[in-house]
């Protein structure tokens, strides 16, 4: 079935660590998210790219960085730099020649520092 | 840049009934997408409606339809016959037409449906 996969589901970080979050596509979409998800402040985008090789920051991008080496994967590594990288990450593709606008979206990966 | 408002964090319905969440936006665009998502406690993030704002008719989807008033910035989306099922979070989201068609998001309303 065609979908989004993140991984890990949960992840607990100490203090100090970079950690990776996966996000892999096999829609053939051309465009990807990564998303952050804080209690009452709804879902800020952290990074998007809208072609493979080429990748903007979104409202939080700072303590963040990504990669865009394959059309099929958005790897989101989340650095010493971010204070607070405690969140729920959704990770979300769209097709950019349907146009029809919505996204797609993995099932999160929750992330916990100690 | 384009915010969405939901003003009510949480929201109650008793089951068949009908309820209507809110959703205001700005922006200076003429041409857009404005969505409803639905996030049960699964997380999963699931499309519930769209609307493009250069159609006047309001979109339907079985028992979701929308209220969608351009000139207010207004969309609000009405969950008819509601079932246990509808139980979860829903986002307001709005997507422009360029800048890399980035979806901004509400904050949420908590919908809880009782028996």
């Known amino acids: 079935d065609g979908g989004i996969t993140q991984s890990p589901k949960y992840l607990f970080r100490k203090e100090g660590q970079n950690v990776t979050l996966s996000c892999e596509q096999n829609?053939?979409?051309?465009?990807m998210y990564w998303y952050r998800q804080d209690p009452g402040q709804g879902l800020r985008l952290i990074y998007y790219?809208?072609?493979?090789?080429?990748?903007q920051k979104g409202d939080i991008a700072e303590g963040y960085s990504v990669s865009r080496e394959k059309k099929e994967s958005f790897p989101l590594t989340v650095t010493s730099a971010q204070k607070n990288p405690t969140a729920f990450y959704l990770c979300a593709s769209r097709g950019v020649r349907a146009n029809t606008g919505e996204l797609f979206f993995g099932e999160g990966s929750r992330l916990t520092v100690l | 840049a384009q915010t969405v408002t939901q003003s009510q964090p949480e929201m109650s319905v008793q089951e068949a009934e009908t309820v209507t969440l809110s959703c205001t936006y700005d922006t200076s665009e003429s041409d857009y997408y404005l969505f409803w998502y639905k996030q049960p406690p699964s997380r999963q993030m699931i499309l519930v409606i769209r609307?493009?704002?250069?159609?006047?008719q309001n979109a339907t989807e079985n028992r979701f339809s929308v209220n969608f008033q351009k000139a207010a910035k207004s969309f609000s989306l009405k969950i008819s016959d509601s079932q246990l099922g509808d139980a979860a979070m829903y986002f307001c989201a709005y997507r422009s037409t360029g800048g890399g068609n980035k979806l901004t998001f509400g904050t949420g309303t908590q919908l809880k449906v009782e028996l």
């Open positions: 829609l053939n979409h051309d465009a």
């Open positions: 790219s809208q072609i493979v090789n080429d990748f």
């Open positions: 609307q493009e704002a250069y159609k006047q």
